[in-house]
C-alpha cells in the first residue's frame, strides 16, 4: 500500500491504534483541557494526541531545563514558549483551519506537511534524495539558523522551536546511534527516510521512519521517550516520566540541556552586530553538534 495512503487510512482510523501506547479518547472529549500537571496543550489541536505517548519533546524539554545550572535555566514562560514552537513543527497553528471542515481534512493538511521536503531537516531525516552526510549536515545549519534566529529575536519572539530536532536526532524512528562506539560515543550511523524516496534513490540500504505496522501519521512506537513494560505504558507526572525514559531518550534530555545551555550562553553573549552574533552562535552550535550529533565514521 501507498505510505501516504497507509498513513492516511490508519490516522483516521483513530487514536486507539497504538494500544500498548496510547489512552483511547473518545472525539468528542479530544480536545478538552487536560489533566496534565503540566499545560502541554492548547485547545482545539488534541485531536488524536491526547495522551501521555504525544508528550515527548515537552517532557524532555521541561526536564532538560530543570538540569541546567540555576544561574542560566530559562524562566517557566521561556521554556513554555520553546515547548510550544516544539509542539508546532508537528501540529501547525495555521493548519486548524482545517477542523472547520472536517476532521480528515486537518489529518490530510497534516501529512502534507510532513511530507514536504523541506520539512524534513527538523525532524532530523532524509529528503527524497540525500543520504546520511548531507542530512545530517543539513539538520546542522538549519540548527545554526534557528538558533542565530533565536537570539537575535529572543524577547520579542514568543514561539521558538529550539530543541526538537535535537530530540528526534536520539529517536530510533528517525536514526541509528551506535550506543556502544568507544571512540565516538552515541554517534548518529544512518538517518532515516520518511517521505518516500525519488527514482533512483530508493537504494535497499535506506532504512524508514518505523513501518507500516507500528506507525500513525507521523508518529512511530519507536519514537517514545518510554523504556517498554506495563509499569511504563501511561506514566502520570514528573516522577513516572523520568523512572520511566528509554536510555535514548535520557541522552536526548542530556543532549537537550547542553544545548540550552549554548543558547542561554549566546542570548547573554553574543555581539549584536549580525555578522559577529552569526559566528559566535555557529561556534557554540558546532561545539554542541560535534559532541552530540556528530556522525560515526563512514556513516553514509
Same mark, same amino acid.
Given at each position: 500500500m501507498n505510505r501516504t495512503l497507509?498513513?492516511?487510512?490508519?490516522? !483516521?482510523a483513530g487514536s486507539c491504534l497504538l494500544a500498548t501506547q496510547l489512552t483511547c479518547t473518545p472525539l468528542l472529549d479530544a480536545c478538552t483541557e487536560t489533566d496534565s500537571t503540566l499545560a502541554f496543550f492548547s485547545q482545539g489541536d488534541c485531536i488524536f494526541t491526547n495522551a501521555t505517548y504525544f508528550r515527548g519533546h &515537552?517532557?524532555?524539554? !521541561?526536564l532538560a531545563n530543570e538540569d541546567v545550572p540555576r544561574d542560566d535555566r530559562f524562566s517557566s514562560g521561556d521554556i513554555d514558549a520553546i515547548i510550544e514552537g516544539n509542539r508546532r513543527v508537528? !501540529? /501547525?497553528? &495555521?493548519?486548524?483551519?482545517?477542523?472547520n471542515s472536517s476532521i480528515p481534512d486537518y489529518l490530510n493538511a497534516l501529512i502534507d506537511h510532513h511530507d514536504r521536503k523541506d520539512n524534513q531537516a527538523i525532524h532530523f531525516l532524509l529528503d527524497e534524495r540525500n543520504r546520511t552526510p548531507e542530512a *545530517? &549536515?543539513?539538520?546542522?545549519?538549519?540548527?545554526i539558523d534557528l538558533t542565530d534566529r533565536a537570539v537575535t529575536d529572543f524577547n520579542t519572539r514568543p514561539l521558538r522551536s529550539l530543541t526538537h530536532m535535537v530530540q528526534d536526532s536520539f529517536s530510533h524512528a528517525h536514526s541509528s546511534r551506535e550506543s556502544d562506539n568507544a571512540d *565516538? /560515543?552515541?554517534?548518529? $550511523?544512518k538517518v532515516k527516510a520518511y517521505i518516500e524516496r525519488a527514482p533512483g534513490f530508493d537504494t535497499p540500504d535506506i532504512e524508514f521512519h518505523g513501518t507500516d505496522d507500528d506507525s500513525v501519521g507521523h508518529v512511530s512506537t519507536e519514537d517514545s521517550i518510554y523504556r517498554t513494560g506495563r509499569d511504563c505504558a501511561d506514566p502520570q507526572g514528573k516522577s513516572q516520566v523520568k523512572n520511566c525514559l528509554s536510555e535514548e531518550a535520557k541522552r536526548a534530555q542530556e543532549a537537550t540541556t547542553a544545548y540550552l545551555v549554548a543558547v542561554r550562553t549566546s542570548v547573554r553573549q553574543a555581539? $549584536? &552586530? /549580525?555578522? *559577529?552574533?552569526r559566528a559566535f552562535v555557529e561556534k557554540e552550535v558546532r561545539a554542541f553538534i560535534a559532541s552530540h550529533l556528530h556522525l560515526c565514521e563512514g556513516a553514509n
Open positions: 497507509h498513513r492516511v487510512l490508519t490516522t !483516521f &515537552e517532557w524532555l524539554t !521541561f508537528d !501540529f /501547525p497553528k &495555521e493548519l486548524l483551519v482545517h477542523l *545530517a &549536515e543539513n539538520a546542522y545549519q538549519l540548527l *565516538a /560515543p552515541w554517534c548518529v $550511523r555581539p $549584536r &552586530e /549580525p555578522i *559577529a552574533r
